[in-house]
T-cell receptor
């Protein structure tokens, strides 16, 4: 079967660092995506990993370990505008996206 | 138009009624998708189209139909709405269909309530 797990909710402080984990079990793997979704808005693309290792893009980084079925999204220098849900998605063997339920990140001053 | 548009923004519908959600993109993307998003669940794929003239079923296709007459438009039809179809519906598109890395761009969503 296919399964993607993320924590339901996390809280962090403005200016700090937070790591959002995603573990997965899928029948095929063609890459892992992270999206950001503010309340009441559409998801927007953050990152894509297909090979093991760390991809850095400004304040955001994403890590992948295919052997462990594990990824994380690292957000540095947190800002209030980073309060949002973060969605992990796997591209399966049919090149379709299978989505986790998302992690709601709350940033406190 | 810039990106993907969806209409209507929101709708309240009586059970048993027919409803078409509209989606238009101006990025000339080959692939288009319809998802529903429910509280506590991830986005679930309803139907997709890898290129104009073709469509496929996603994870939750029952009760929905789609058509892809041209590159830009991908309407989703509920033939006879039921309360379990109350959800937020997102249309998305990507630059290629299947076989390659394809970041998906999302429309603003349609909030549908079926009573």
């Amino acid at each position: 079967g296919q399964n993607i797990d993320q924590p339901t909710e996390m809280t962090a402080t403005e200016g700090a660092i937070v790591q959002i984990n995603c573990t997965y079990q899928t029948s095929g793997f063609n890459g892992l995506f992270w999206y950001q979704q503010h309340a009441g808005e559409a998801p927007t693309f953050l990152s894509y990993n297909v090979l093991d290792g760390l991809e850095e893009k400004g304040r955001f980084s994403s890590f992948l370990s295919r052997s462990k079925g594990y990824s994380y999204l690292l957000l540095k220098e947190l800002q209030m505008k980073d309060s949002a849900s973060y969605l992990c998605a796997i591209m399966d063997s049919n090149y379709q996206l299978i989505w986790g339920a998302g992690t709601k990140l709350i940033i406190k001053p | 138009i810039a990106g993907i548009t969806q209409a209507p923004t929101s709708q309240i519908l009586a059970a048993g009624r027919r409803m078409t959600l509209r989606c238009t993109q101006d990025m000339r993307h080959n692939a288009m998708y319809w998802y529903r998003q429910d509280l506590g669940l991830g986005l679930r794929l309803i139907h997709y189209s890898n290129t104009a003239g073709t469509t496929g079923k996603g994870e939750v296709p029952d009760g929905y139909s789609v058509s892809r007459a041209n590159t830009d438009d991908f309407p989703l039809t509920l033939a006879s709405a039921v309360p379990s179809q109350t959800s937020v519906y997102f249309c998305a598109s990507s630059d290629s269909g299947g076989g390659t890395y394809n970041e998906q761009f999302f429309g603003p969503g349609t909030r549908l309530t079926v009573l």
